[in-house]
């Protein structure tokens, strides 16, 4: 038993990282499409580029909030799976130590 809820704590642990890694890699490729995006604009207009400029700050800021809420969001999951285990295990712990209690009392 007590290595079966141990690989599903490791299961629900690797998949969370699993998915906060494909989350930022997304974004990441997202940023980065833009930009070689904006460039590949630049190189065809070069009398107005000013507002490109625009863009590709735009992206910088959308990409890098993006990021950032993608991690702030996979690490608050992180943090509440583990502490949804642990108040697990201390339940188990109580009722498992309370049954063992009542036993020894019937006895």
Known sequence: MKQRKGSKQILFLVLTTIWIVFTVSLVSWWVYFGFTQVDRLMAFESESTSHLVKYQKMLIWEGLAMVFCL???????????????????????F?????????????
């Open 71 to 93: 991690v702030a969001g996979g690490g608050v999951i992180f943090y509440f799976i583990r502490k949804e285990l642990k108040e697990s295990e201390r339940l188990k712990l």
């Open 95 to 107: 009722f498992s130590t309370l049954s063992h209690d009542i036993k020894r009392s019937n006895h």
